[in-house]
């Protein structure tokens, strides 16, 4: 049996079948079997090192249940698609906690920032669970933490941006990954000095993304762009321990047809690249948002993945400098009861490093061109066109206007020169 595998059954898998036998079976464990028997258990999966890459921090991309690739709109894109840091509208400090199974906890810090086209970003996740070792007679050998850590490093640049077309960005993560593990016993119930630090691990790896946002069938007046599109490969890096990294490739698509509304899907195709033979099923997510005030959000989501068919719903509390997520998560794993899986994010927000002034200050040079223009006093108009563009050399409309005050100007000569003709 390969390590990863055996020490993701030793320290995870086994404390949370034992908890989790005493499910309801006439009633969720039926909805479990049935969903089973349509998509059946996926004989690779558990064969990849680090499981905290699969595991996310929470706040919304949890609340849609990880169909985010392409949603991408707060700092939790860190994890789903790392071409979202130049698309961000504001920076944002965030901390996540995430109750996940049996007594396994995950807590998580992401930043991320803004500038002109490009954007940063930083985070770090931590998972541990306490872990027992109990002998033939429930002799006590063996007590400490499993752990697994993940630091993140984001970059990314947003080409081509325009008034009507978001632009490309294409982004990049560096992650390193780290495995702790305790000294346990073997067969023989005598704890062996330093094995958990053989059985230890570190690790390198890297995601690349690419996120584009444009309008497509919308039923409202808004500057955001209403749909994007998105494609990621993440957790690409060498094995650890001989173990592969559970390396995937995603597509993603969100739509909003309507200003409170937020649909999204993601497709992934999970990739060993140790042995293609030996990669997971593909699997698909699907995530709705809908903004029922300015100051409150409602989510759902649905992953339909082979052994782990995941259902969430979380909401949202929007203030004027923090937003509060709660996100409760049901899976295979786990039972119906209140309270059972509960994620908590707290958001900050930096500012937006003066766009939305600079935004402002666009629109009043437009807007005092067209109304100069309207009065025939060309000269004014091109002057606050110009002050505009130098501002945002990619505002499409002063460029427009610009434009049709030169076909204007150039008209008026031919028509002044065709007067000369003829008399």
């Known amino acids: 049996m390969k390590k990863g595998l055996y020490l993701f059954y030793v320290f995870f898998l086994v404390p949370v079948t034992n908890w989790a036998i005493d499910m309801d079976a006439d009633a969720y464990g039926s909805v479990t079997d049935y969903l089973n028997g349509i998509y059946g258990i996926d004989d690779n999966a558990g064969l990849t090192a680090f499981p905290i890459l699969n595991i996310p921090i929470g706040g919304r991309s949890e609340g849609m249940a990880g169909a985010y690739s392409a949603v991408a709109d707060d700092v939790s894109f860190i994890e789903f698609n790392p071409a979202g840091s130049s698309m961000l509208t504001i920076s944002e400090l965030a901390f996540f906690h995430n109750n996940w199974i049996a007594d396994a906890k995950i807590e998580a810090l992401a930043y991320a920032a803004h500038f002109n086209?490009?954007?940063?970003?930083?985070?770090?996740?931590?998972?541990?669970m306490p872990f027992t070792q109990y002998g033939y007679f429930g002799d006590r050998l063996s007590k400490g933490y499993y752990s697994e850590a993940v630091a993140v490093l984001n970059g990314s640049y947003n080409l081509f941006p325009g008034y009507y077309f978001g632009g490309v960005s294409l982004g990049f993560n560096l992650k390193g990954a780290f495995r702790s593990v305790p000294d346990f016993a073997g067969i023989t119930e005598i704890v062996t000095t330093g094995s958990g630090k053989e059985q230890s691990a570190?690790?390198?790896?890297?995601?690349?993304?690419?996120?584009?946002?444009?309008?497509l069938f919308k039923f409202y007046n808004s500057r955001d762009r209403n749909m994007s599109l998105a494609l990621v490969a993440r957790n690409f890096g060498p094995a650890a321990l001989g173990d592969p990294?559970?390396?995937?490739?995603?597509?993603?698509?969100?739509?909003?047809?309507?200003?409170?509304?937020?649909m999204s899907f993601d497709?992934?195709?999970?990739?060993?690249?140790q042995d293609f033979n030996l990669s997971e099923k593909p699997y698909w997510a699907a995530g709705l948002s809908v903004t029922a005030a300015s100051f409150l959000s409602m989510r759902?989501?649905?992953?339909?993945?082979?052994?782990?068919?995941?259902?969430?719903?979380?909401?949202?509390?929007?203030?004027?400098?923090?937003?509060?997520d709660v996100n409760y998560t049901l899976d295979l794993l786990t039972q119906i009861q209140p309270l059972?899986?509960?994620?908590?994010?707290?958001?900050?927000?930096?500012?937006?490093?003066?766009?939305?002034?600079?935004?402002?200050?666009?629109d009043e040079h437009y807007l005092a061109g067209l109304d100069a223009y309207s009065k025939s006093n060309d000269a004014e108009a091109r002057s606050m066109f110009e002050k505009a563009l130098e501002i945002n050399p990619n505002f499409e409309p002063?460029?427009?206007?610009?434009?049709?005050?030169?076909?204007?100007?150039q008209l008026n000569k031919r028509i002044n020169e065709m007067r000369r003709l003829q008399y």
């Open 340 to 362: 059972n899986r509960v994620a908590l994010g707290v958001r900050f927000d930096l500012g937006d490093n003066g766009r939305k002034s600079k935004s402002d200050l666009v």
């Open 117 to 128: 086209n490009a954007g940063i970003g930083l985070s770090g996740k931590w998972l541990y």
């Open 202 to 215: 570190a690790s390198v790896m890297a995601d690349v993304g690419l996120l584009t946002r444009f309008n």
């Open 398 to 409: 002063a460029l427009e206007a610009l434009k049709s005050l030169d076909n204007y100007d």
């Open 267 to 273: 497709f992934s195709v999970p990739v060993n690249i």
């Open 300 to 324: 759902a989501g649905l992953l339909m993945k082979a052994g782990n068919i995941r259902a969430v719903i979380g909401s949202a509390v929007n203030l004027q400098y923090i937003s509060l």
């Open 245 to 262: 990294l559970p390396a995937v490739a995603v597509a993603g698509i969100s739509y909003s047809p309507i200003r409170p509304l937020l």
